[in-house]
């Protein structure tokens, strides 16, 4: 009987180092918790808009098997309008502040802007999570570099207003590889660790439906940068259209989950989830089949 092969990137770093004395160990599946501290994001906004609603459900993540927990105070749906940096920090920081006082889990803060990372980071967040790959903001270089954070490099065509506006690629994962190229080589010059990058190749942002599912299909493809890599497929809106059907975003956990693990069977090394406890049983399921390989 013919064993299923898994892409197994062998060279990727199996640690990520976080602040002195703290790190992240990459030798499975890991899984981030999205926590949107947003009134507007495309399918839990205002669900965790308070930060005691926002660090309960944290921790309720954690429970339930997150290792970093993704901390967001704008929506990037498709259409979003951006958000004020003194806004977007009263909706993180405080959270970013109680979750560090509770636990020791990975935090990261999902944000392009600077001054809210910078924040974010002296308030105990650990990772940062740009969306633009360091192109709408040009001094959060300096901020990760200065706090020598790990960064995850997103790609994304167009902004969050007008990414679905007619996107368009003549061979999608060549692109975005080409995109990360430049952006690994852009950051690493100005004076970014190379270790501490991570890349995103953006399910949904700025993606047609044929688009995303290709990335899925080629997903090994991102490995060849020898740093780890998110498969971000979470509740997206591709999954629908593949459905046929105009489902609620909430209850696309079966295509959410299969879309996760064509990542890591891919090579992905983190899966960014909205439902932790599903994830992380298919993982553990995955995980068993591998064992026996």
């Known amino acids: 009987m013919r064993k299923q092969v898994f892409h197994r990137p062998e ?7 976080l602040a002195p004395g703290r790190q992240l160990t990459l030798t499975r599946p890991l899984v981030m918790g999205i926590l949107n501290c947003t009134p507007d994001s495309f399918s839990d906004g205002g669900l965790h808009a308070t930060p005691e609603m926002a660090v309960e459900h944290a921790l309720k993540m954690e429970e339930q098997g997150a290792d970093i927990i993704d901390v967001g105070g704008e929506s990037t749906r498709p259409g979003a309008q ?5 806004e977007e ?9 109680r979750l560090r006082d509770l636990t020791d889990i990975t935090i990261s803060i999902d944000t392009y802007k600077a001054k809210v990372a910078d924040a974010a980071l002296k308030a105990g967040a650990d990772i940062v999570n740009d969306v633009s790959a360091l192109r709408f903001d040009t001094n959060l270089m300096g901020v990760v570099i200065e706090h020598k954070a790990p960064i995850i490099l997103m790609h994304m065509q167009g902004t969050p207003r007008d990414m679905q506006n007619d996107p368009h690629y003549e061979d999608c994962v060549t692109e975005i590889c080409v995109f990360f190229e430049r952006r690994i080589k852009l950051a690493v010059g100005h004076g970014v ?15 047609r439906v044929r688009d995303n599912l290709e990335i899925l299909a080629r997903f090994n493809e991102f490995t060849q940068f020898k740093v780890p ?18 489902i609620p975003a909430e209850e696309r956990l079966g295509g959410s989950l299969a ?8 090579g992905a090394s983190i899966v960014r989830a909205h439902d ?18």
Do not use: C, N, W, Y
């Open 259 to 266: 879309a996760a693990m064509m990542g890591i069977v891919g």
């Open 193 to 207: 660790d190379r270790s501490k990058i991570l890349l995103d190749p953006g399910l949904g942002f700025g993606k």
């Open 11 to 17: 060279d990727i770093p199996k640690e990520l180092q």
């Open 229 to 246: 890599v998110i498969v971000a497929a979470s509740r997206k809106g591709f999954i629908g259209h593949v459905h046929s059907s105009d």
């Open 82 to 86: 951006p958000v004020e940096e003194d």
């Open 89 to 97: 920090m009263q909706r993180v920081i405080p959270v970013i502040q």
């Open 276 to 293: 932790v406890k599903e994830t992380v049983e298919a993982l553990k399921v995955l995980q068993a089949v591998r064992s026996v390989e």
